[in-house]
C-alpha cells in the first residue's frame, strides 16, 4: 500500500517551532517534487511549500515564507517542514504530498498538482 506518512505534529506555544517529518511507505517518491499543505478548522486546504525533485528548488507560500523551511532526503525517502515563529493562525491539520510525474520543479502550490496525499498530523499553536 502506497503511504505518504506525516509525524512531529502537536501542541506548541506562540514563538516556538516544531518540525514534521513526512515519510515514503509503498513505493519511493524520491524523483518526484513534494509538497506540504494544511487545512484549519473553517477553511480549504491551502499550500504552504514544495521542493524540486532534486531538492535543490523550493516555493513557499507568502504566509509562511521565512519562518517555514522545507527540506528533503532522497535517500531515505523523507520530507521535512520546519516551522518556527509559529502563530496561533498556524494551527491546522498539516498534510505531505508527492506530485502526479516525476522529475517536477518546485513550483507546484495546486491541490491538482499532486496525486498521493498523507493522513496529516495536527499542529495546534497556544497563546
Known amino acids: 500500500q502506497v503511504q505518504l506518512v506525516e509525524s512531529g505534529g502537536g501542541l506548541v506555544q506562540v514563538g516556538g517551532s516544531l518540525r514534521l517529518s513526512c515519510a515514503a511507505s509503498?513505493?519511493?517518491?524520491?524523483?518526484?517534487?513534494m509538497g506540504w499543505f494544511r487545512r484549519a478548522p473553517g477553511k480549504d486546504r491551502e499550500f504552504m511549500a514544495s521542493i524540486s525533485w532534486s531538492g535543490g528548488r523550493t516555493y513557499y507560500a507568502d504566509s509562511v515564507k521565512g519562518r517555514f523551511t522545507i527540506s528533503r532526503d532522497r535517500a531515505k525517502d523523507t520530507v521535512w517542514l520546519h516551522m518556527n515563529s509559529l502563530k496561533p493562525e498556524d494551527t491546522a491539520v498539516y498534510y505531505c504530498?508527492?506530485?502526479?510525474?516525476?522529475?517536477?520543479?518546485?513550483?507546484?502550490?495546486?491541490?491538482?498538482?499532486?496525486?498521493?496525499w498523507g493522513q496529516g498530523t495536527q499542529v495546534t499553536v497556544s497563546s
Open positions: 504530498a508527492a506530485a502526479r510525474t516525476m522529475y517536477g520543479g518546485a513550483e507546484r502550490y495546486k491541490d491538482d498538482d499532486y496525486a498521493y
Open positions: 509503498g513505493r519511493t517518491f524520491s524523483n518526484y517534487a
